[in-house]
Nanobody, 130 residues
Framework: QVQLVESGGGLVQPGGSLRLSCKAY????????IAWFRQTAGKEREGVSC?????????NYADSVKGRFTVSKDNAKNTVYLQMNSLKPEDTATYYC??????????????????????WGQGTQVTVSS
């Protein structure tokens, strides 16, 4: 069965850190780019970060998380991680991972982008509060 399973969410104080995991089953992350999204009630879903399928994984970050969040992957564990540091109350949301599309740039490098999100995880809740 093809699925993505997120874990690692929880309650953390402002300024704290969490590491989210997105483990893939039934598909190899060597061939899929993965994106992280977050959503809160009443707000549009926001693309947070993505990582391409290639081994050196070009990455992308939303302006709201640049310098605080880091996406990485371990192909041996078939898992993508989102390390979240210096968390703020506005980071509170349900975080989802999903497969996403890639585009080819002029140099021949594939980079991830937010389209054709075909497979989604169930989400993990992150709450940043004192």
């Amino acid at each position: 069965q093809v699925q993505l399973v997120e874990s690692g969410g929880g309650l953390v104080q402002p300024g704290g850190s969490l590491r989210l995991s997105c483990k893939a089953y039934g598909l190899s992350l060597e061939y899929y780019a993965i994106a992280w999204f977050r959503q809160t009630a009443g707000k549009e879903r926001e693309g947070v970060s993505c990582i391409s399928s290639s081994s050196d994984g070009p990455t992308n970050y939303a302006d709201s998380v640049k310098g605080r969040f880091t996406v990485s992957k371990d192909n041996a564990k078939n898992t993508v991680y989102l390390q979240m540091n210096s968390l703020k109350p506005e980071d509170t949301a349900t975080y989802y991972c999903a497969t996403t599309g890639e585009r080819l740039d002029a140099s021949g490098t594939y980079y991830c982008d937010y389209f054709e999100m075909d497979i989604w995880g169930q989400g993990t809740q992150v709450t940043v509060s004192s």
